[in-house]
């Protein structure tokens, strides 16, 4: 209920009010059945923009530090999330990796959507970054098409470390299914697990035009943040 009120009361006019978001390729969403809607991550903005033009309910699977934030401010996004229907996924380990495969596939057994960003993390510099296979394992697994999106102008309009978005053009452009059944069987093998993953970022990268950047965002991001620490600029004089 509370999705719903924020989808077409609160949240939803809102934000379509201030972005004015282009919507390209909404027809290539199927209207019924499980599909898995694979995207680009640039900004906290994107839960929210994408749910607010799409006709159906897409489920996300949230980090699990939208839930576990402390105080008042912590306590409240934990009850923003639940009470949108968000999943929350503890990314530290294989388990936690498996644990977050069972709740999307629980999500497509009940012929949902199911809303996933396969770099894992924002990109902190706007570049595209390697996917990571657990978007494949589901596909294969429940024999459901993936529908390739990219978020465009949502880094500029709310970067990573930015509270309050301002305004600046937004597109929401979503691709053509790319249907997967070829690989049926196969959702155990390393290789076919990484082709699909690079199919599907390749699909990303051509609806976004993003520079891509052959490695997870997570390592590129911690190496960043270390050369700062090494190597902190100097202040001007």
Partial sequence: MFYYL???????????????????????????G?????????????????????KRRITFLA???????????????????????????DRSGKEAGRAAIREGLGVLRRN?????????????????????????VMALKARVPVIPCAMIGT??????????PHIHPVVIRFGKPLDFSRYAGLESEKAVLRAVTDEI??????????????TY?????AETEDRARRFPRMPLS
């Fill in 201 to 214: 970022m390749y699909a990303i990268l051509m609806l976004s035009e993003q520079e891509y950047v052959d």
């Fill in 6 to 32: 924020l989808k077409y009361v609160i949240l939803g006019p809102l934000l379509r009010l201030v972005f004015r978001p282009r919507i390209e390729g909404l027809d290539h969403v199927p209207a019924s």
């Fill in 155 to 164: 880094f500029e309009a709310q970067p990573p470390g930015r509270k309050i």
């Fill in 63 to 89: 980090k699990a530090e939208y839930f576990t934030g402390p105080g008042v401010k912590g306590r409240l996004t934990a009850a923003f999330f639940r009470s949108a229907g968000q999943i929350p996924v």
């Fill in 217 to 221: 965002a997570a390592v590129a991001k």
């Fill in 112 to 136: 949902e959507l199911l809303g996933i960003y396969p770099e894992g993390t924002r990109s902190h510099d706007g570049r595209l970054y390697k996917g990571k296979v657990g978007v494949a």
């Fill in 34 to 54: 499980p599909a898995i809607i694979a995207g680009n991550h640039l900004s906290f903005s994107d839960h929210f923009l994408m749910p607010a033009v799409l």
